[in-house]
C-alpha cells in the first residue's frame, strides 16, 4: 500500500555533508511517523530519526544530535535527512520506514536503502 524510495547516498571525506531523500508513493494519508535507520557491516540495524507526520515533532539518536535534521515536504510526501560534519563512523545503508497509523506498533514500510560512505 505505501512505497518508499531512498535517494541521495553517495561517498563523501570526513566533514562534508550529504541529504538524502525518501519519497513515498500509494496510500500514505494515514501515515503516523516516519523515521531513518541505517545498518553498518557487522552491525545491527540503528535508528537515527523520526518525524511524526502531522505536528512535525522530530527525535534523534544521541549518535547524530547536533549533526542530522529530520524534515517533510507534506506536498510531495517527501522525507529528508540533512547531514552535516559526516564522520567514517555513519557509513552505513541508510533505510527510510514508515508506521502507518498511530495504532501500529511497528514501522511496516520500508525502502531498499542507500549507501553512505565517508572517508577518513
Known amino acids: 500500500q505505501v512505497q518508499l524510495v531512498e535517494s541521495g547516498g553517495g561517498l563523501v571525506q570526513a566533514g562534508g555533508s550529504l541529504r538524502l531523500s525518501c519519497a513515498a508513493s500509494?496510500?500514505?494519508?494515514?501515515?503516523?511517523?516516519m523515521s531513518w535507520f541505517r545498518q553498518a557491516p557487522g552491525k545491527d540495524r540503528e535508528w537515527v530519526a523520526r518525524?511524526?507526520?502531522?505536528?512535525?515533532?522530530?527525535a534523534y539518536a544521541d549518535s547524530v544530535k547536533g549533526r542530522f535534521t529530520i524534515s517533510r515536504d507534506n506536498a510531495k510526501n517527501t522525507v529528508y535527512l540533512q547531514m552535516i560534519s559526516l564522520k567514517p563512523e555513519d557509513t552505513a545503508v541508510y533505510y527510510c520506514?514508515?508506521?502507518?497509523?498511530?495504532?501500529?506498533?511497528?514501522?511496516?514500510?520500508w525502502g531498499q536503502g542507500t549507501q553512505v560512505t565517508v572517508s577518513s
Open positions: 518525524i511524526t507526520w502531522s505536528s512535525g515533532i522530530t
Open positions: 500509494g496510500e500514505t494519508f494515514s501515515t503516523y511517523r
Open positions: 520506514a514508515s508506521r502507518p497509523s498511530i495504532a501500529s506498533s511497528s514501522y511496516d514500510y
